[in-house]
């Protein structure tokens, strides 16, 4: 039995399709059930459903062999102590810096709100460019429009979510898609199992048609 941790929201909505197609059915509606391991049909494993940012630990310790999350969380997170073996192709966005639109900032030590502060930080220092970081939870599109901030650092898809708020995307720091991770000690212990559902997910890939 294999314990597959996927990050809620869009992520898992994208993913069932693909792991329905790789025969893991949920035996409830993962998206609506108030359980957080969800079993699936014929047993072939659990699906725990949990927040993004707790997927990479889940799988690094073992409690979930599998885990589903985006290159994003992986990036933020940093160190990584597990495989990234597959692209999953599903999630795809761009991790962007973005500002008012035709405004450039007065001072040359700008502001940046984000949730992805370790990435931010290396990307400004890369660049050499003097800044102060604003944490945020959510709703990074916010921080220019109230005076909190210059710049923000978040995911950009349509742009839509920018163009409402008055933004403009900047830079393009990474382009983004949810990956398959996999614990180190079980890809050895778990092998055959894991293997196969590898196998399995990388043709369904190929084929594509899971998408959209
Ligand atoms: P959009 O308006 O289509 O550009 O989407 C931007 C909003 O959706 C922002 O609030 C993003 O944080 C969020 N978003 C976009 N793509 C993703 C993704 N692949 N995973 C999670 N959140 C995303």
Redo the contacts with the bound molecule.
Sequence with gaps: MLNIAIAK???LKEALPLLARAGIVPLEDAEKSRKLIIPTKNNVANIIIIRATDVPTYVEYGAAELGIV?KDVLMEYGDQKFFEPIDLKI???RLMVAGIKNQTPKSHRIRVATKFSNITKRYFVEQGRQFDLIKLYGSM?LAPLVGLADQIV?????????LANGLEPLELIAT?STRLIVNKAAMKLKRESIMMLMENLESIIEDGSYLK
């Design positions: 929201g869009r992520i985006g999630g795809q966005c599109e978040d995911l950009v898809d349509t742009g839509n979510t920018l983004i």
